[in-house]
């Protein structure tokens, strides 16, 4: 089955760090990028960036740089976001998403379930 | 950076045609992506490159796009179509994704 699974819910301290699971199965997991998106409670998608699970390069967007780090372990077809530092307002679900071509560009076909992150004192 | 405007929310009665929009400058020169995000799910891509659907999406959505507005439509609207809708480009200027701040639909 084609699916991307992510790890479970995680509450921390401020200052504390997290690090969110996105493991692949059902497909050749180096053949497409893998998304992160954030939502906060209430709030729209944000993009976070993605990761060329072939060449392993992260690519970062705006105010998603210095604190996150996206890495791969491609023996176990996981893809992760680490956040260090971590701020009240880092609450969110996080989601790790598959970018492929169903048509003729880009999209994101395949979601996790999302990972719930709650920093609070 | 490039920016997606969506109306916050649409409300259309069972049966009706609803149709969500999104703003963006020039956006009908460019693919646009639709989500369908149901309450505390992941989102599903519904629409792709404007108009084209991937499979299990019912003839009901459709997708067009010109000018500034790219419009997503979903005729005969049930109760199962209630969700948040987030359009979504490709920025070439920055080379990041951008997704618009989303329209809720409510069927009434």
């Known amino acids: 089955q084609v699916q991307l699974v992510q790890s479970g819910s995680e509450l921390k301290k401020p200052g504390a760090s997290v690090k969110i699971a996105c493991k692949a199965s059902?497909?050749?997991?180096?053949?497409?990028?893998i998304n992160w998106v954030r939502q906060a409670p209430g709030q729209g998608l944000e993009w976070m960036g993605w990761?060329?699970?072939?060449?392993?390069?992260?690519t970062y967007a705006l105010g998603f740089t210095g604190r996150f780090v996206l890495s791969l372990d491609t023996s176990v077809s996981t893809a992760y976001l680490q956040i260090s530092g971590l701020k009240a307002d880092d609450t969110a679900v996080y989601y790790c998403?598959?970018?492929?071509?169903?048509?003729?560009?880009?999209?994101?076909?395949?979601w996790g379930q999302g990972t719930l992150v709650t920093v609070s004192s | 950076s490039y920016v997606l405007t969506q109306p916050p929310s649409v409300s259309v009665a069972p049966g009706q045609t609803a149709r969500l929009t999104c703003g963006g400058d020039?956006?009908?020169?460019?693919?646009v992506h639709w989500y369908q995000q149901k309450a505390g799910q992941a989102p599903v891509l519904v629409v792709f490159?404007?108009?084209d659907r991937p499979s299990g999406i019912p003839e009901r959505v459709s997708g067009s796009n010109s000018g500034n507005t790219a419009t997503l439509t979903i005729t005969r609207v049930e109760a199962g179509d209630e969700a948040d809708y987030y359009c979504?480009?490709?920025?070439?200027?920055?080379?990041?994704?951008?997704f618009g701040g989303g329209t809720r639909l409510t069927v009434l």
């Open positions: 998403a598959r970018e492929r071509p169903v048509g003729r560009t880009n999209q994101f076909d395949l």
């Open positions: 990761i060329n699970t072939n060449t392993e390069d992260p």
């Open positions: 979504q480009v490709w920025d070439t200027a920055t080379d990041h994704w951008v």
């Open positions: 490159d404007g108009g």
């Open positions: 059902g497909y050749s997991f180096t053949k497409y990028l």
């Open positions: 020039k956006i009908g020169l460019t693919s």
